[in-house]
Structure formats: C-alpha cells, structure tokens
C-alpha cells in the first residue's frame, strides 16, 4: 500500500514489552516506558529507527508552550539550532516535513492505553491516519483531546523536567533503547 508516495511499513523490530526509550538531549535525559502491548507497531518503527541512529543529531522542530514539543525529522540534522528554531528551509527540507521514506499504520483506534498524559510520547502524522513516520512529540500537560487521532506509545518515567525545558532548535543528541 503507498501513502503519499511512500509505502506502508511493517517493522522487522520484535517488540519484547518491557523497552524504555532514552532520549539524550541537549536539555538533559528523558526516560520513556514503550507500550509493546498496546501499540506494538509504533514501538518496532520507534526502535528500529533508534536502533540504527536514525533519530541522532536531529533538532526539535516545533514547540508549543502548554502542549507539545516535536522532533524526530531527519531534516533538521544539518540545519543549526538557530534556523530550525526560526523555520528556515534546510538542505533537505523545511524543517517538519521529512520523514523516514514510509508510513506506518496507526494503532489510536486498538490502542487500550491510548491517552495522551504529561509526558507521553506520540507519533505525529499528517491528514491521513496511516501517515506516521519518524516525526513524534512529548505532552506538555494533558492533551486528550489528541486520544482519538494520534497514537500513544510510550509514557515519561524520568526527565519530565528536561522535557519542559526543550524549545525548537535544541538537539536530540541520541536515542537508546534499554531494557527493564
């Protein structure tokens, strides 16, 4: 199936129930339990992109006090801080628009534990449902009017502070999986 010219992705990533995301950031560590049981294709992709250093190096790109800070486009990489944080085009893009090369399908509709808390990670997408990639955001409070179009896989367990600090531009420095 293509979406928008790219194709519907499976992950080859076998979800094991019990990984915890480590996103190093220039604002400090922000630990995040995996939900593998109710969103076990958002936690693969997640993983097989952290695994293969796909999130390292790039930038937060959006921030919106009091509701979300986003990252995961490997378009801000050789962008500096500065200009991802003004919405300067980059060498590859406009810093939010790209993406891995395929979508994954969305799991908010089978999700059991699909609200969006302080803290949670979410994949972000455009119109279409089945259009997550790469591109994912924290909570900055609760956000659950999101619950029924965008999927929850994953909850902070440390570094709720470092998310509030995180502002456009700062760096996803890496991303690690651990396990519990």
Do not use: W
Not at 13 to 41: C, F, K, M, Q, W
Not at 63 to 83: K, L, W
Not at 101 to 126: K, Q, V
Request: aromatic share 8%.
């Amino acid at each position: 199936m293509a979406l928008f010219g790219r194709r519907l992705h499976t992950p080859q990533y076998e979800v094991r129930g019990n990984e915890v995301a480590v996103l190093n950031t220039s604002r400090g560590i922000i630990r995040v339990r995996l939900d593998g049981a109710g969103a076990p294709i958002h936690v693969a992709n997640f993983c097989e992109l952290a695994l293969s250093g796909f999130y390292d190096g790039t930038k937060f790109h959006r921030y919106v006090p009091g509701f979300v800070i986003q990252g995961g486009d490997p378009n801000t990489r050789e962008m500096s801080s500065a200009d991802v944080a003004a919405g300067i085009p980059g060498p590859a893009g406009m810093p939010g628009t790209g993406g891995p090369g395929y979508c994954i399908r969305e799991e908010f509709t089978t999700n059991p534990n699909n609200s969006h808390d302080d803290g949670a990670l979410a994949m972000a997408r455009s119109q279409d449902p089945n259009s997550a990639g790469s591109q994912f955001y924290l909570c900055l409070g609760s956000q659950h009017g999101l619950d029924s179009g965008y999927t929850v896989f994953g909850q902070t367990v440390q570094g709720k502070e470092n998310i509030s600090s995180l502002r456009a531009g700062d760096v996803l420095e890496s991303v690690t999986i651990e396990y519990a």
